[in-house]
């Protein structure tokens, strides 16, 4: 089986052998989506945001310079702790990390067939949609 690599992927294993990592984000809520979007809001300049592939949840990453975001992959791991990331996803980031197996914080642009939506700028408008759409959750487990 042949997997398409992109730029993307490339930049990601450089930087991982460098020791760095993407500072990003995946949320499996709408609601756990408006809690992490604003604190990333008001603490960087630069971070965008898409719909997962499932569309039921919302992924970020932050940007310098209008690139992603690459630091120290301890640094990456605490802060996406810090800030409220999956804690599945850390959890298997850390085995991977200790064990020296591959490059961590990986997003995917394509699951189960399902692709996620194109990267959009996150403002106070976004963090409102996820607040409306978080609404919406809680009306559909009722």
Known sequence: MILF?????FEW???????????NFDCD????????????????????????SSKRGVHFRV??????LYIETEKSIYLRMVFGD?????????FKYYNNDGPIARLFDTKNGKKASEWKK??????LLF???????KDEKV
Not at 5 to 9: A, F, G, P, R, S
Not at 29 to 50: M, P, Y
Not at 63 to 68: A, C, D, E, H, I
């Open 131 to 137: 607040l409306k759409l978080s609404r919406n959750e």
């Open 122 to 127: 996150l403002d106070f408008k976004s963090l």
């Open 29 to 52: 809520s709408f609601k756990k989506a408006f809690e992490v979007g604003l604190k990333l809001f008001l603490f960087f300049d630069e971070v965008e945001w898409r719909f997962s």
């Open 13 to 23: 294993v450089e930087n991982w052998k460098k020791g760095l990592s993407p500072l």
């Open 63 to 68: 940007l310098k310079n209008g690139k992603q």
């Open 5 to 9: 690599k992109n730029k993307e992927y």
């Open 86 to 94: 999956d804690p599945e996803r850390i959890a298997w980031d850390l």
